[in-house]
């Protein structure tokens, strides 16, 4: 091993790190934790420095150090990630070069909506496209040949996301033919009830033009017998 490589062993947040002293050094603010200027830093745990940081954070810096101050922005899931590993390194004394933004594209996303009357654009009316707005996309442009919208959506995204952005689109897809569904099923139980109660309605009026029919039968039976009765006394006086 050469005789200018010192081992040290960080303890960061409670995280632990080994790592080459020299590398620690490119960052001006552990080249002044080392220095002779200043007294020995506290060591814990058999030997570790430790230093009240953030353990994650702290990794992508130490890995920073290690990759000749270079980092690629894919690491990172958004860009307030980023921005913290920024302000972590800013800390250390460390400027990073990289922007975001270099690593940025456009993604965009078509729906298409049917609307029965189209009057104004109104994204309350569709689910789909507040969850499209709700997750930051912008309305880039719209084609409207009734009853169909051709809506496109666009958001600007880190390479490092396209993947997560497919799985949102086809989560999206998944939960609007889910929604779909639900409504077709809603619509053909209203359906089903409105021809039930249309079958239900019909044998009402049957049996009421049934019982009319049969109390029409009843009350001329009643109206028969009467004239028969009335005709029996007749004839008896006349004896």
Not at 38 to 64: A, H, T, W
Not at 114 to 141: E, H, I, W
Not at 164 to 188: A, V
Request: positive net charge; glycine residues 6%.
């Amino acid at each position: 091993m050469s005789s200018d490589i010192e081992i040290v062993k960080l303890n960061v947040g409670g995280d632990v790190f080994i790592t080459n002293k020299n590398t620690l050094k490119q960052s001006p603010w552990f080249e002044t934790f080392f220095s002779d200027e200043f007294k020995e830093p506290e060591k814990i745990n058999g030997g570790q420095y430790f230093i009240d940081r953030d353990g994650y954070l702290f990794s992508l810096v130490l890995n920073y150090l290690r990759n000749g101050k270079t980092i690629k922005t894919s690491r990172f899931d958004k860009e307030s990630d980023f921005e913290q590993f920024k302000d972590e390194c800013d800390y250390f004394g460390l400027t990073v070069k990289e922007k975001w933004e270099s690593d940025m594209q456009w993604y965009y996303i078509m729906v298409t909506l049917t609307s029965s009357r189209y009057v104004r654009f109104d994204a309350n009316k569709f689910p789909k496209v507040q969850k499209l707005t709700n997750a930051g996309y912008k309305l880039m442009s719209m084609g409207v040949d009734p009853p169909i919208i051709n809506v496109i959506f666009g958001k600007k995204i880190n390479n490092s996301l396209v993947k997560l952005e497919e799985s949102f689109h086809e989560q999206l897809n998944r939960d609007e033919q889910h929604r779909r569904r639900n409504e077709q099923r809603r619509i053909d139980e209203q359906r089903r009830r409105d021809e039930q109660h249309r079958r239900d309605e019909q044998r009402r009026i049957i049996r009421d033009k049934q019982r009319i029919k049969n109390e029409q039968y009843r009350r001329n039976k009643q109206h028969r017998r009467r004239n028969i009765g009335a005709g029996s006394i007749s004839d008896e006086n006349k004896t």
